[in-house]
């Protein structure tokens, strides 16, 4: 259950070369292998983030689909060291962005390191390159996504985003307040 009176932010905010990066860290209680497969098997993608078709190998081009925001990205898989690291490059489709009401296009670089610890693992995610005056929407949405990521692995459905949506993008916004883009 989430604590709504002093809610906990997985979240931390930066920039780098301009654009914003958002870092997510999580303990998740299962091994490493099983999270591993949790973030490359596009079945068990589905179940949180979303759907993905194509090559998820090493160099491997891919598409992936969100069916509750319809946005659709074509991606590459630029780096894989199972089951500790991975790193794509993500952009929104140019037809998905007209059918939206997003931000433009950008390449997104998604990296997810895994550390083992005991009977859990740690789960630090690091998307970089979205717009710095959206990275408070950024924030909360990855932290969304971390948190179903939880759910599932412990048998249960996405959680309604709006409401936390809702509670978490004021705790970002003043994150992105604070935030030194020197």
């Known amino acids: 259950m989430t604590d709504t009176t002093h809610p906990r932010i997985l979240g931390s905010l930066g920039s780098a070369d301009g654009t914003g990066v958002v870092r997510i860290e999580d303990r998740y209680d299962t091994d490493i292998d099983d999270l591993w497969e949790a973030l490359t098997d596009p079945g068990r ?3 949180w983030y979303v759907e993905v078709e194509g090559d998820l190998r090493l160099g491997g081009q891919f598409r992936t689909y969100n069916a509750a925001h319809d946005i659709e990205a074509m991606g590459r898989v630029d780096e894989c060291e199972p089951p500790r690291r991975l790193r794509v490059t993500s952009k929104e489709t140019d037809e998905s962005y007209r059918r939206g009401q997003g931000v433009p ?4 670089t ?3 390191t895994l550390t ?3 009977d859990q693992t740690i789960l630090v995610i690091e998307v970089g390159g979205m717009p710095l005056d959206k990275i408070a929407f950024y ?3 990855w932290q969304i996504h971390a948190e179903n990521l ?3 692995l412990d048998g249960k459905d996405a959680a309604d985003a709006e409401p936390r949506w809702n509670q978490l993008v004021p705790l970002y916004q003043n994150l992105a307040a604070n935030l030194d883009v020197s």
């Open 45 to 47: 993608l589905a179940r």
């Open 116 to 118: 083992a610890e005991g």
């Open 105 to 108: 296009p950008f390449d997104a």
């Open 139 to 141: 924030g909360a949405g």
């Open 150 to 152: 939880a759910r599932y």
């Open 110 to 112: 998604i990296e997810a």
